[in-house]
């Protein structure tokens, strides 16, 4: 059983910022990565952020420099700050957890939050 339960969301000025956490359960899988997609209106879901096991990093150009990625192991919770957030930033965003089992990959969404960026 995989839950992905995603929270932090909410209608932010421009310039503002905002932090989502992904708060995930599972047993007999291991982590090969984590990260943070969203999905505007009548758009494809994209990639934001995405975080190894290792701790490796990776973002999308477009948030480079604003957003961070992490993960509490601790806490079982992946987080996304949000800083510098600009009206294009509106989407609802998806916590996705890329995950291993018995030699087999398979992939969870959590339901998404919605993040409005407007003045």
């Known amino acids: 059983q995989v839950q992905l339960v995603e929270s932090g969301g909410g209608l932010v000025q421009p310039g503002g910022s905002l932090r989502l956490s992904c708060a995930y359960s599972?047993?007999?899988?291991?982590?090969?990565?984590m990260g943070w997609y969203r999905q505007a209106p009548g758009q494809q879901r994209e990639l934001v952020a995405v975080?190894?096991?290792?701790?490796?990093?990776h973002y999308a150009e477009s948030v480079k420099g604003r957003f961070t990625i992490s993960r509490d192991s601790d806490k079982n919770t992946v987080y996304l700050r949000m800083n510098s957030l600009k009206p294009e930033d509106t989407a609802v965003y998806y916590c996705?957890?890329?995950?291993?089992?018995?030699?087999?990959?398979?992939?969870?969404w959590g339901q998404g939050t919605q993040v409005t960026v407007s003045s």
């Open positions: 975080i190894s096991s290792g701790g490796s990093t």
């Open positions: 996705n957890a890329d995950l291993a089992f018995q030699g087999r990959t398979n992939n969870y």
């Open positions: 599972f047993s007999l899988f291991s982590i090969n990565s």
